[in-house]
Nanobody, 123 residues
C-alpha cells in the first residue's frame, strides 16, 4: 500500500523558515518524481515545486522561486521542502505527491498524494 506522509508543518512568523518532509512507503521511490502543492482556504490547489526521480531536475512556481528549495533523499524515501522568507500568503495546507519519472506542474498527473500538513505564516 502506497503511503505519503507529510510532517513538519506549523506556525511561523513572516520572514521565518520551515522545512516540511514527506516520507514515502509502498513504492519504488527512486522511480518517482515528487511534487509539492498547496491549497489555501477558498482557493484551488496550486503547484509549488517538483523534483525528478534522481534530483537532477527541479521546478518551482514563480511565487516561491528563490525562497523555497525542494530536495530528496532516495536512501530515506523522503522528499523535503525548505521554505525560507515565508510570507502570510504562503499559508496553506501543503501536500506532497508522486508521479512517474519527470517533473510536472499539473496536479492531475500525480497519482499518489499525502494527507497534507498545515503551514501558517503570521504577519
Amino acid at each position: 500500500q502506497v503511503q505519503l506522509v507529510e510532517s513538519g508543518g506549523g506556525l511561523v512568523q513572516a520572514g521565518g523558515s520551515l522545512r516540511v518532509s514527506c516520507a514515502a512507503s509502498g513504492l519504488t521511490f527512486s522511480r518517482y518524481a515528487m511534487g509539492w502543492f498547496r491549497q489555501a482556504p477558498g482557493k484551488e490547489r496550486e503547484f509549488v515545486a517538483a523534483i525528478n526521480w534522481n534530483g537532477g531536475r527541479t521546478d518551482y512556481a514563480d511565487s516561491v522561486k528563490g525562497r523555497f528549495t525542494i530536495s530528496r533523499d532516495n536512501a530515506k524515501n523522503t522528499v523535503y521542502l525548505q521554505m525560507n522568507s515565508l510570507k502570510p500568503e504562503d499559508t496553506a495546507v501543503y501536500y506532497c505527491a508522486a508521479k512517474s519519472w519527470n517533473v510536472d506542474r499539473d496536479y492531475a498527473d500525480y497519482s499518489r498524494w499525502g494527507q497534507g500538513t498545515q503551514v501558517t505564516v503570521s504577519s
